[in-house]
């Protein structure tokens, strides 16, 4: 992404990507019909011939594709930089540490991320994922180990002046050598119009949420078994599953096999206009994900007042502290510990003092991601 400014252009809202596909111009310029453009803000846009774009048809072409159109994106800058000069090039997207960008080139202070994808889900952890989820885990795995012998990827993080990542655990893919140009810094945010002062006059209830794609790795089956728990001591408590994915049908069979299906609510994506009112009708977000590199709903859910329940993993370990909800280390302990823990969790939050207090903890922790303050904190110190 070539990004020439003198201070930083973007403003909190979402990340105005300079450079991008053609296919996201009229996006752009739908935007700017109905909000004020900055001065300093101009759009380039970068695509090959229709012919190719059908490489990035299914998951293993995009790679490929991707990788290429880095190439013809970076040709294009290097051309553009001649006769107006760049001060500083950003890499963002694709956010991950397996594909590498070629704006080192340049020549210019170079920022790469934050990008993801090293996070990874504990080995004892893995056995409620099913053969095919297991299969698909293990060669994530291997890839990643290839990550640091990629010479496109050693080149990327030489050039990088510096890294940003959204883990450690993507931290330990990087060679050591470039672990002190590293940061951990997350690549989601909210805007400051969605953040509440305070959780109002929220009905208390025994409503627990989830909000997601329905995938294997999301750990909504520890999270069920953790809610059947949760039901022996408080037979009132609904759990209500927002999302679609390929994991549904294994997920209902669950509810269906502890004989809670009076308990469990299943709703299908619905529009951001509704997502206030779901968020409004419950008390506690449970998302229990294996190796979610951010978790944008547990910042959502916290701007809307909802204590967060999770795994101490990845992005969502990050976000929750300790005066906002309840993360759960999983290391070193058993599937049936882990459910007890995300069980006892979950009770310990739904008390109206506890709730309460976590709920303003939620609140007051949103604030630390918003757009402006993420963005202020990769361009407040510049580079030597």
Same mark, same amino acid.
């Given at each position: 992404m070539g990004l020439p400014f003198k201070k930083p252009v973007w403003r909190g809202f979402y990340f105005h990507r300079e450079l991008l596909r053609n296919s996201n111009q009229s996006a752009i310029e739908n935007f700017f019909l109905k909000n004020k453009m900055p001065n300093n803000l101009n759009f380039l846009y970068f695509d090959f011939p229709s012919k190719f774009t059908r490489w990035k048809k299914g998951s293993r072409g995009v790679h490929f594709y991707y990788v290429l159109w880095q190439w013809g994106a970076y040709k294009q800058v290097k051309a553009i930089h001649k006769e107006k =000069?760049?001060?500083? &090039?950003?890499?963002? %997207?694709?956010?991950?540490v397996r594909q590498p960008s070629f704006m080192g080139n340049l020549g210019i202070p170079f920022i790469f991320g934050p990008v993801a994808g090293g996070e990874k889900a504990p080995w004892r952890l893995r $056995?409620?994922?099913?053969?095919?989820?297991?299969?698909?885990?293990?060669?994530?795995? &291997?890839? @990643?180990?290839? &990550?640091?012998?990629?010479? $496109?990827?050693?080149?990327? $993080?030489?050039?990088?002046?510096?890294?940003?990542? %959204?883990?450690?655990? %993507?931290?330990?893919?990087? =060679?050591k050598g470039y672990h002190k140009k590293i940061k951990i810094k997350l690549a989601i945010g909210i805007d400051k119009k969605g953040l509440f002062d305070s959780f109002g006059e929220k009905k208390l209830n025994y409503n627990i949420l989830y909000i997601g794609r329905f995938l294997y790795w999301?750990?909504?089956?520890?999270?069920?078994?953790? $809610? @059947?728990?949760?039901?022996? @001591?408080? =037979?009132?408590?609904?759990?209500?599953?927002v999302g679609k994915g390929k994991e549904k049908k294994r997920w209902m069979n669950l509810v269906r096999k502890l004989k809670i299906e009076d308990r469990v609510d299943w709703i299908p994506w619905v529009d951001r206009d509704s997502i206030s009112d779901i968020f409004n009708r419950h008390n506690i977000l449970l998302f229990p994900s294996l190796h979610d590199s951010g978790g944008m709903v547990v910042l959502e859910?916290?701007?809307?007042?909802? =204590?967060? &329940?999770?795994l101490a993993l990845g992005g969502p370990g990050i976000i929750v502290n %300790?005066?906002?909800?309840?993360k759960i280390p999983v290391h070193g302990k058993s599937i049936k510990k882990i459910e007890?823990?995300?069980?006892?969790?979950?009770?310990?939050?739904l008390p109206p003092l506890s709730f309460k207090r976590y709920s303003?903890?939620?609140l007051h922790r949103a604030k630390d991601f918003t757009w402006t303050k993420l963005v202020s904190s990769i361009y407040s110190k510049p580079i030597k």
């Open positions: =000069p760049f001060d500083l &090039v950003h890499h963002i %997207t694709f956010a991950s $056995f409620r994922f099913g053969m095919r989820g297991f299969l698909l885990d293990s060669i994530r795995d &291997v890839i @990643n180990f290839f &990550v640091r012998f990629d010479p $496109f990827m050693r080149m990327t $993080f030489k050039q990088a002046d510096r890294i940003y990542v %959204t883990s450690y655990q %993507t931290k330990k893919l990087i =060679p999301k750990g909504m089956d520890i999270g069920i078994y953790a $809610f @059947n728990k949760l039901l022996k @001591n408080e =037979p009132f408590a609904r759990l209500t599953m859910a916290m701007a809307h007042g909802l =204590p967060v &329940v999770c %300790t005066l906002s909800g309840k007890f823990e995300l069980y006892d969790a979950i009770r310990y939050l303003q903890g939620a």
